[in-house]
């Protein structure tokens, strides 16, 4: 397979719009996992490693601002929500878990972890909320060729909140060779819909996202409270030893995650001369490339650079990257 490059696929600037959505669903998923459907009137072709920025706050209705009652010697007596409450003044990035086109929109499915102001905020819309979407944004992963005899397989690794981009690439894997590795620090904080017990460091039709294309899954957890106890990178390595020497063997490996993770991923593929795709993860205030906060240093001929993940990525080689 011909090795990615940070320039492939990214979605052009002129499909890339603001779009105003409404919420379909806003369903929990675990102990603080959502997962949040939007219907968009439009929406221009995604793949998998897509992603989009969602202004997470109320969206203004009436930008005449108040004026201030205020006396010498008083206190003023503030009107403006922004002086009154903590909320968030830039977009969050997220992640596609998958999306759908439906006769009269488009259905996108973001599913987000309660961290601070803005995806709490998230978490309490409700179906008919409005919501603004910036996208499509970012470059894609490429998918392996598609081959008999089981070469070309797939190895989806996610961690928390970078399981999201591998349920949207196991859409696209549907009935070909592949297998999807899951971590969590605990069972409550898996945000997947389980539907059997997880055969421990073996494949198993346990998770309904994952089956339901056809995939099996090797779940694990910090605690041991469900799958594996374990690092999902540990079940990764003896499931790559068991498959030494097997001719017919050529995976390429998907990831995203927590940055200690995917380093530990890229280590694993690149000793092993496997391909690697990784879907990096930084914080972007404007996803288009303006902000230049989300840089990451990435490797060249004669050293290194700097490169943004918003567009430049977020997905790039494993042999690009400087961690």
């Known amino acids: 397979m011909t090795a990615i490059t940070s320039q492939q696929t990214p979605a052009p600037d002129h499909r890339r719009r603001k779009i105003l959505g409404h919420v379909l669903a806003n369903r929990p998923l675990c102990r603080e996992h959502f997962a949040l459907d939007v219907i968009l009137p439009e929406f221009a072709p995604t793949e998998p490693g897509h992603f989009v920025q969602l202004h997470c706050r109320d969206l203004p209705t009436d930008i005449d601002a108040d004026p201030i009652d205020?006396?010498?010697?008083?206190?003023?007596?503030?009107?403006?929500p922004d002086l009154l409450a903590p909320q968030t003044m830039l977009s969050r990035p997220f992640s596609l878990a998958g999306r759908e086109d439906l006769r009269d929109g488009v259905r996108l499915t973001i599913i987000h972890r309660v961290v601070g102001i803005g995806t709490a905020w998230l978490s309490h819309l409700s179906p008919g909320d409005p919501i603004s979407v910036l996208g499509p944004l970012g470059n894609t992963f490429i998918?392996?060729?598609?081959?008999?005899?089981?070469?070309?397989?797939?190895?989806?690794v996610g961690g928390g909140v970078g399981i999201p981009p591998m349920l949207y690439l196991a859409q696209s894997?549907?009935?070909?060779?592949?297998?999807?590795?899951?971590?969590?620090?605990?069972?409550?904080?898996?945000?997947?819909?389980?539907?059997?017990?997880?055969?421990?460091?073996?494949?198993?039709?346990?998770?309904?996202?994952?089956?339901?294309?056809?995939?099996?899954?090797?779940?694990?957890t910090d605690d041991g409270s469900y799958g594996t106890r374990g690092y999902v990178t540990q079940a990764l390595e003896r499931y790559l030893e068991a498959k030494q020497g097997d001719p017919?063997?050529?995976?390429?490996?998907?990831?995203?995650?927590?940055?200690?993770?995917?380093?530990?991923?890229?280590?694993?593929?690149?000793?092993?001369?496997?391909?690697?795709?990784?879907?990096?993860?930084?914080?972007?205030?404007?996803?288009?490339?303006?902000c230049q906060s989300c840089v990451i240093k990435t490797k060249t001929a004669d050293g290194w650079r700097f490169r943004l993940s918003c567009t430049d990525g977020p997905v790039f080689s494993a042999s690009e990257l400087l961690w």
């Not at 999807?180 to 898996?190: P, S, V, Y």
């Not at 997947?192 to 017990?197: G, H, P, R, V």
């Not at 997880?198 to 089956?211: G, K, L, N, Q, V």
């Not at 690149?270 to 996803?287: L, T």
């Open 70 to 80: 205020w006396q010498p010697g008083q206190r003023p007596m503030f009107h403006d």
């Open 143 to 156: 998918l392996p060729p598609a081959t008999s005899m089981g070469g070309g397989s797939a190895l989806l």
């Open 248 to 290: 017919t063997f050529h995976p390429t490996i998907y990831t995203c995650g927590p940055e200690p993770m995917m380093r530990r991923i890229a280590d694993i593929a690149m000793s092993r001369n496997i391909p690697c795709q990784v879907a990096v993860e930084r914080a972007m205030a404007c996803g288009m490339g303006t």
């Open 173 to 220: 894997l549907c009935n070909r060779p592949a297998i999807a590795f899951c971590g969590a620090t605990t069972r409550d904080l898996l945000p997947l819909k389980i539907i059997a017990d997880a055969t421990p460091a073996e494949p198993s039709f346990s998770i309904a996202e994952f089956a339901g294309c056809d995939i099996p899954s090797i779940i694990t």
